[in-house]
């Protein structure tokens, strides 16, 4: 079965940054879109950031745009986010998440998603 690992969370002040990683597993993971989420306490998860299957093509949420970068790598089955200029308002549980269908584009919609992993901490002290 697919599973999906995320690291990387922690505590950072404001103004820094943090890099998290994915790992997956149990599918071929070139073939796949893969997304960031987040969720903060007492708030619906959001899309953060995607990368369509090829790595050709990105989406980002207009609240992360020009501070977070995703990325992937294949031969390592795991996908990166790379997070700076951190403000206490990125302060969620961060999850990544696998596309249904193969080689389709980078999407937003939770809906379009069908593995996730359990979620990564990152808490922003101002």
């Known amino acids: 079965q697919v599973q999906l690992v995320e690291s990387g969370g922690g505590l950072v002040q404001a103004g820094g940054s943090l890099r998290l990683s994915c790992a997956a597993s149990?599918?071929?993971?070139?073939?796949?879109?893969m997304g960031w989420f987040r969720q903060a306490p007492g708030k619906e998860r959001e899309f953060v950031a995607a990368i369509s299957w090829s790595g050709g093509s990105t989406a980002y949420a207009d609240s992360v745009k020009g501070r977070f970068t995703i990325s992937r790598d294949n031969a390592k089955n795991t996908v990166y986010l790379q997070m700076n200029s951190l403000k206490p308002e990125d302060t969620a549980v961060y999850y990544c998440a696998q596309a249904s269908a193969a080689r389709t584009r980078a999407y937003s919609r939770a809906s379009e998603y069908t593995y996730w992993g359990q979620g990564t901490q990152v808490t922003v002290s101002s």
């Open positions: 149990g599918r071929t993971f070139s073939s796949y879109a």
